[in-house]
């Protein structure tokens, strides 16, 4: 079954404990950041930043509110970014048979970069100019194979964050949808059947971010309908 992330945005605080944790844990550099006119910083995913917790402002049934989206790597069961890099070079991404985790190696520094990022639905991976390799959130997979949580879970203060077994963390989100609907009836979870990583979201996704859920003009975008268009694009 392997493991997955319940992220509870309803308890999300936008501390970017989560965000720091993850730059702590992986050794990764701070980036050289300006004001954009936001609290979010820095401003986009890279490949020395994994996580990022997006903030939007907006007014939202006549009601003003801030929407933190804790971005990462949603670990697809069925990823489209190992598709594309297979073409290229068999290894370079890799599946986790423990946990399930999405795993970029070494050898994505030899495949299509740009291809790879235009094949995720949510695009997460970024490339390093200086080495060519991609980058995203692993899991903390070191981390959860010796019996650990994550560092961003770890990290979070509110409940936002939750790790555990398939089963486990489904249970869960059902349970929290469950409550959270009673307050906001449009609250829906992103990709549940899809994704190891599960946000809880009480409003539309795409009011977080553009790329929060996967979705087509025509709905929902499954794996195997993103798999059927990678191949169109590429014939």
């Known amino acids: 079954m392997g493991k997955m992330f319940f992220i509870d945005l309803t308890r999300c605080t936008a501390c970017r404990g989560c965000q720091i944790a993850c730059k702590q844990w992986k050794n990764l550099p701070a980036e050289h950041t ?6 979010q910083n820095p401003p986009d995913l890279s490949c020395v930043t994994l996580k990022t917790v997006r903030f939007t402002e907006g007014t939202f049934e006549k009601k003003f509110e ?4 804790p971005e990462q790597c949603r670990h697809c069961l069925e990823p489209p970014c190992k ?3 297979d073409v290229d070079m068999e290894g370079a991404v890799v599946k ?15 495949v299509d970069g740009d291809m790879v990022r235009s094949a995720c639905p949510y695009d997460i991976p970024r490339k390093d100019a200086a080495t060519g390799r991609l980058s995203k959130c692993d899991m903390c997979n070191d981390r959860v194979q010796n019996g650990l949580l ?3 879970v770890k990290a979070c203060p509110t409940g936002c964050m939750n790790f555990g077994d398939e089963a ?3 249970e869960l989100a059902n349970k929290r949808l469950a409550e959270v609907k009673k307050v906001y009836p449009k609250a829906v979870l992103g990709d549940p059947n899809d994704v190891r990583v599960v946000y809880l979201f009480q409003r539309d996704p795409k009011s977080y971010f553009e790329h929060a859920v996967a979705e087509l003009e025509t709905g929902p975008l499954t794996r195997k309908q993103l798999f059927a268009r990678m191949f169109r694009e590429r014939a």
């Open 34 to 39: 300006r004001n954009t006119g936001s609290y």
């Open 83 to 85: 598709g594309q890099a």
């Open 150 to 152: 994550p560092s961003c």
């Open 168 to 170: 486990e963390m489904t």
């Open 66 to 69: 801030w929407l933190f989206f």
């Open 96 to 110: 986790d048979e423990t946990t399930g985790a999405v795993l970029f190696t070494e050898l994505t520094a030899k």
